[in-house]
């Protein structure tokens, strides 16, 4: 079951009452800490790599020291962030291409952003958005998707056609704002276990796909 189009006012109206100004709760002082920040929150939680990113950070503070590092150093800072040897490799050949091919700027364009290793359309959306201002997509991440879903907003369970859905639903001022609007909500009410839709402030109209009936 899809939302109805006359509800979607109405939601966009309450989640801006809950979530009214929202940014990621990643830590960073530039675009490159942001892009490996977002790299290294694959499965993992944003926490977790914010305890991490300080101490690589302040041993490898930018592109150039990354792009020089050795990997197993990389890979033992990073490591409490799972999937450790993907992801250091991931940021180290990153920093190399930034500065190789782009001056040693982090792309601020979707086409030259998804040129850098690991960098799907969730991350290239998060670094354009959070650090750059510009708005080309939606971020989907696990709560997005799991929200649009069972809110009705999509049928789709791959990110690039949830995203796709979204933004033909959705005003294209709202973008960024929702990401992170369902995020905050997925985390603290519409949880993956254990939803607590009594205490929803969007549950009088959400078909509630994919949660058990009761």
């Not at 100004?21 to 990643?26: C, G, I, P, S, V």
């Not at 150039?64 to 799972?82: F, N």
Request: charged share 30%; hydrophobic share 40%; proline share 5%.
């Amino acid at each position: 079951m899809l939302l109805k189009k006359e509800n979607l006012p109405r939601l966009i109206k309450d989640l801006k009452s809950l979530y009214p100004a929202t940014k990621t709760a990643l830590h960073y002082k530039d675009a490159f800490q942001l892009l490996c920040a977002v790299i290294l929150s694959a499965q993992c939680t944003d926490k977790r790599v914010n305890m991490v990113t300080p101490v690589l950070f302040k041993k490898y503070p930018n592109a150039k020291a990354i792009s020089a590092a050795d990997i197993k150093d990389i890979e033992a800072v990073i490591k409490p962030t799972g999937f450790y040897r993907a992801k250091a490799k991931s940021i180290r050949e990153s920093a190399k291409t930034i500065l190789k091919d782009f001056g040693g700027k982090v792309p601020d364009n979707m086409d030259d952003i998804l040129k850098l290793r690991g960098v799907a359309r969730k991350t290239a959306n998060v670094v354009l958005q959070d650090f750059y201002g510009v708005s080309v997509g939606v971020v989907v991440d696990t709560h997005v998707k799991r929200l649009s879903y069972r809110i009705g907003m999509t049928k789709q369970t791959e990110p690039v056609k949830v995203e796709r859905d979204l933004m033909k639903l959705l005003d294209k001022k709202y973008w960024h704002w929702i990401s992170h609007a369902f995020i905050w909500h997925g985390r603290g009410v519409c949880r993956a276990r254990g939803p607590k839709c009594s205490d929803c402030k969007i549950n009088s109209y959400c078909p509630k796909n994919g949660l058990p009936k009761t």
